[in-house]
């Protein structure tokens, strides 16, 4: 079989980090026909579709799922949407890509588990944190070194502007829309998960301080945290702080702090470096400014072709991997809304490891 057979894409929601990011490295990949789109509207998908060349637009996103000429769906609509497609093309027996958010809460993502296990011959990925891509080999490399010595605790802090404006409400800010999901908690989530492993448990306040209004002045029942502070212990009994805020006015700020014996790793996520602090010198060393290329679309792709010809598989996040970020997202909003500390590790309804990814 020829390895570049094309494989034909379809895209629902074609927008945000479709186009600034997907889309653009699609374009350039050889073997990949873009067959349909379909947007909100009739004029967003004729618009996706002469600026990246897509053969057609679709009226409905079950044109695409249910379309002969099509191998696999790229989802980038809001998080409410995730767990529906994912389950309908995977059904439909097609592979899938679905943008993070992965879905609105845990029971949604242990039905896509379910149905991804069930089909073990379709590729399903969730798009990686670009923290993750970025860092991810360099801060394993240097947390196994002497020079780092022992993880003892870890730290995350991250504040922006984004909930700041009292007149503007984005699709983030609405439960309907974006479920149990918080800011960036999930992108740090599955950042951490994969550096530094899963919270075992964890206790998380949230609080929603800053009243909003549409554009005829009316109050709008904000229900999204836009602050939120996460303690607890990580595998290995590793001590875990966040902080999290949108009301962060004229400051920003983002960075994972890796605490160890002989020296501490601040991955600063705004100047896009890893900095070295050691007992010896008070000024950090600069590791890293460049970290590894985003490669996520060729990676699906490679899946994909993988599993034309029967070979195992392998890509991070599969769906039972970017689960366990719904997970803690599930366990904050319990701990929250209960005020009561959540063990992460009694879960006893954790989705089961898909086999064809882990083969």
Not at 149 to 174: K, T, Y
Not at 322 to 328: D, E, G, Q, S, T
């Amino acid at each position: 079989m020829n390895p570049l057979e094309p494989i034909r894409l379809g895209f629902i929601g074609a927008g945000g980090i479709c186009e600034q990011r997907h889309l653009p490295n699609l374009a350039k990949m050889p073997g990949v026909e873009l067959v349909a789109v379909c947007n909100r509207s009739p004029k967003s998908s004729r618009r996706v579709q002469e600026k990246w060349g897509f053969a057609r637009t679709a009226d409905n996103w079950q044109q695409i799922i249910e379309a002969s000429d099509i191998d696999a769906v790229f989802i980038g609509t809001w998080p409410d949407l995730h767990c529906e497609l994912s389950l309908a093309t995977l059904t439909a027996g097609k592979h899938v890509f679905c943008q993070a958010r992965m879905c609105m809460d845990w029971a949604e993502a242990r039905q896509m588990v379910a149905e991804a296990n069930a089909h073990p011959q379709q590729v399903a990925m969730v798009c990686p944190s670009p923290f993750r891509v970025r860092w991810e080999r360099k801060v394993r490399e240097l947390v196994a070194s002497e020079r780092f010595g022992r993880l003892l605790s870890v730290v995350v802090i991250s504040a922006s502007s984004v909930n700041r404006d009292p007149h503007q409400i984005s699709w983030r800010e609405r439960r309907e829309l974006s479920g149990l999901n918080i800011l960036q908690v999930g992108i740090y989530a599955e950042t951490l998960n994969a550096w530094c492993g899963d919270y075992l448990s964890l206790t998380a306040t949230t609080s929603i301080s800053l009243n909003k209004h549409d554009a005829q002045g009316l109050p709008v029942e904000i229900q999204i945290p836009q602050a939120i502070s996460i303690t607890g212990t990580l595998s290995g009994g590793i001590p875990c702080t966040e902080f999290h805020t949108g009301l962060a006015a004229g400051f920003e700020r983002a960075e994972i702090l890796l605490c160890g014996s002989a020296a501490t790793c601040r991955v600063d996520l705004l100047a896009q470096q890893i900095v070295l602090h050691s007992p010896a010198s008070t000024i950090g060393e600069v590791i890293d400014t460049v970290g590894d290329e985003w490669q996520v679309e060729a990676d699906f792709l490679a899946a994909v072709r993988s599993a034309r010809r029967g070979e195992p598989w392998q890509v991070s996040p599969n769906f039972t991997e970017a689960a366990r970020y719904m997970r803690k997202m599930q366990a904050i909003h319990d701990s929250a809304s209960e005020s009561r500390l959540v063990n992460l590790s009694d879960d006893s309804g954790s989705p089961s490891e898909n086999s064809r990814d882990t083969a």
